[in-house]
C-alpha cells in the first residue's frame, strides 16, 4: 500500500466512498454512527418491528406453565429477551415463583449479553459455549441426555423447530418461551428503497442484526417480484454482512455468501465491514493521479469524488480495460437504463466534472474513449495492502 493510500484512509476512514443499508429495528442509530465514523454514507430502512409483551397469551401461559412447576434446564438466547420476560412476568404476578424456579434449574445461556441479563437479575448461568451458538447448546444437551427432563427454551424473535424438536426426539419435554415477536414495518417504504437501492447498484452493503430481518427484506423483494434481482445484488456488488452466524443462516440456505465476525457484536460487525469493503475497491494510476474507485464514489489523490450511477457505471466498463479504447457502443450498453450514443457523450461531461479532471478521461476520435494512462501505468497494477 503506498503511503498516500495509506494516509488517505487514515484521514478519510475505510469506508469512505462506500453506502451502507441498516435494517435494524433497534440500536439503527448506534450502528449507523459507528458506520459514519468510519466514512460510510448510510441508508436506513427497518425490516421488522418488534411487538409489545404485555398482552402476549402465549408468553403468559409458558410463564404461568414455569411458575406452578419446576424445570431442570433453561436455555436463555438473548439478554434483552430474557429481561423482557421477567419484566412481563412482574407486571403478571408471577415474577416470584417463576424467579424461584429458574434458581433452582440449570441455566445455559448463548452468549455474553444473555449472561449478562441473567446475572443482572440475579442469577448464574451453568454453563455459555465459547461459540456463542445455539448449536453447540443442542449438542452439548443431547450428549448429557434430556429423556425426561423438563426444558425451557427462551425463542429470539422466531421458532427454533431445528433446536426443540431434536430435544422432543431425544425425550425432553420442551416449553417454548416466546419472549417476543417480529412483524413486518408498518411502513415498508424504506426498507422497498434499500431493495431498490440494492437491485440498481446504488448501495454496497446490507448489514443486519437479526435472522428475521434478513427474512424480511428476502420476502418483501419476492413478493415485489425483485427477488432474482436482490439474489444478483448480493452475487455480484453487495455485501451481506451478518452479526453473526444465526442471523446469516437465511442467506447461507440460498447460497448467498455473508461476512460476518467471530464475535457477535456492533462494533465487530463495522470492523468487518470495513475489512471487507475496501478490498473491493479498484485501484489506478490515471496520469500521474491515484485513482480509487469505491462503491458510490471514487477517491482522487485522497479526495473523495461523489459520481453519480450512470456515470459510474462508464467509469467501471473504462476500467475493465485500463488504458485501452472502449467504444461508444460497448459504454451504451454498460447504462443502466440502456439509452444512445448522446446519452454516453453526457455521462461522460458528468463523470469529467465529477472527477474534477478532464484529462482523467480521454476522447479517442471516432472510436471512442479511454482512462488517460502512459504505458508505465498501463502496466501497473493495484498497489499491495
Given at each position: 500500500?503506498?503511503?498516500?493510500?495509506?494516509?488517505?484512509?487514515?484521514?478519510?476512514?475505510?469506508?469512505?466512498?462506500?453506502?451502507?443499508?441498516?435494517?435494524?429495528?433497534?440500536?439503527?442509530?448506534?450502528?449507523?454512527?459507528?458506520?459514519?465514523?468510519?466514512?460510510?454514507?448510510?441508508?436506513?430502512?427497518?425490516?421488522?418491528?418488534?411487538?409489545?409483551?404485555?398482552?402476549?397469551?402465549?408468553?403468559?401461559?409458558?410463564?404461568?406453565?414455569?411458575?406452578?412447576?419446576?424445570?431442570?434446564?433453561?436455555?436463555?438466547?438473548?439478554?434483552?429477551?430474557?429481561?423482557?420476560?421477567?419484566?412481563?412476568?412482574?407486571?403478571?404476578?408471577?415474577?416470584?415463583?417463576?424467579?424461584?424456579?429458574?434458581?433452582?434449574?440449570?441455566?445455559?445461556?448463548?452468549?455474553?449479553?444473555?449472561?449478562?441479563?441473567?446475572?443482572?437479575?440475579?442469577?448464574?448461568?451453568?454453563w455459555c459455549p465459547d461459540s456463542e451458538s445455539n448449536s453447540e447448546i443442542l449438542h452439548g444437551l443431547l450428549e448429557e441426555?434430556?429423556?425426561?427432563?423438563?426444558?425451557?427454551?427462551?425463542?429470539?424473535?422466531?421458532?427454533?423447530?431445528?433446536?426443540?424438536?431434536?430435544?422432543?426426539?431425544?425425550?425432553?419435554?420442551?416449553?417454548?418461551?416466546?419472549?417476543?415477536?417480529?412483524a413486518a414495518p408498518l411502513d415498508i417504504g424504506p426498507l422497498d428503497g434499500l431493495v431498490d437501492a440494492a437491485v440498481n447498484r446504488r448501495i454496497d452493503a446490507l448489514a443486519f442484526t437479526s435472522a428475521p430481518a434478513v427474512t424480511s427484506m428476502l420476502e418483501l423483494a419476492r413478493h415485489t417480484g425483485r427477488w432474482e434481482g436482490l439474489l444478483t445484488?448480493?452475487?455480484?456488488?453487495?455485501?451481506?454482512?451478518?452479526?453473526?452466524?444465526?442471523?446469516?443462516?437465511?442467506?447461507?440456505?440460498?447460497?448467498?455468501?455473508?461476512?460476518?465476525?467471530e464475535r457477535a457484536r456492533l462494533g465487530s460487525l463495522v470492523r468487518s465491514l470495513s475489512h471487507s469493503l475496501p478490498q473491493r475497491g479498484e485501484y489506478l494510476r490515471i496520469g500521474g493521479r491515484e485513482v480509487e474507485l469505491r462503491g458510490q464514489g471514487v477517491l482522487v489523490d485522497g479526495e473523495l469524488r461523489p459520481v453519480s450511477p450512470v456515470p459510474m457505471a462508464l467509469l467501471r466498463k473504462l476500467a475493465e480495460r485500463p488504458g485501452r479504447v472502449v467504444s461508444r457502443e460497448e459504454l451504451v450498453a454498460a447504462l443502466p437504463n440502456g439509452g444512445e450514443e448522446h446519452a454516453v457523450e453526457t455521462a461522460i461531461g458528468r463523470l469529467r466534472t465529477a472527477l474534477g479532471a478532464r484529462r482523467l478521461v480521454q476522447t479517442v476520435v471516432k472510436r471512442g474513449y479511454r482512462l488517460g494512462m502512459d504505458s508505465s501505468e498501463m502496466l501497473g497494477a493495484r498497489p499491495p495492502s
Open positions: 500500500m503506498t503511503a498516500q493510500r495509506q494516509e488517505t484512509l487514515r484521514q478519510t476512514g475505510p469506508l469512505t466512498g462506500f453506502t451502507v443499508g441498516v435494517t435494524a429495528a433497534r440500536r439503527a442509530e448506534e450502528l449507523a454512527t459507528m458506520l459514519r465514523r468510519r466514512g460510510a454514507e448510510v441508508q436506513h430502512g427497518p425490516a421488522i418491528r418488534i411487538l409489545p409483551l404485555a398482552d402476549d397469551r402465549e408468553l403468559f401461559e409458558a410463564s404461568r406453565n414455569l411458575a406452578d412447576r419446576p424445570v431442570d434446564k433453561v436455555v436463555v438466547t438473548t439478554g434483552i429477551g430474557f429481561r423482557g420476560w421477567l419484566e412481563a412476568a412482574e407486571g403478571w404476578g408471577l415474577a416470584a415463583e417463576l424467579a424461584r424456579h429458574l434458581s433452582e434449574a440449570r441455566l445455559l445461556t448463548r452468549g455474553p449479553k444473555s449472561t449478562g441479563a441473567l446475572r443482572a437479575a440475579g442469577f448464574h448461568e451453568t441426555g434430556v429423556r425426561g427432563q423438563r426444558i425451557a427454551v427462551q425463542l429470539h424473535g422466531r421458532r427454533m423447530p431445528e433446536f426443540t424438536e431434536e430435544l422432543r426426539a431425544a425425550g425432553a419435554e420442551v416449553i417454548e418461551i416466546p419472549v417476543y415477536r417480529w445484488a448480493f452475487r455480484e456488488h453487495v455485501v451481506a454482512a451478518c452479526v453473526g452466524p444465526v442471523c446469516a443462516q437465511p442467506l447461507r440456505e440460498i447460497d448467498v455468501t455473508v461476512t460476518f465476525p
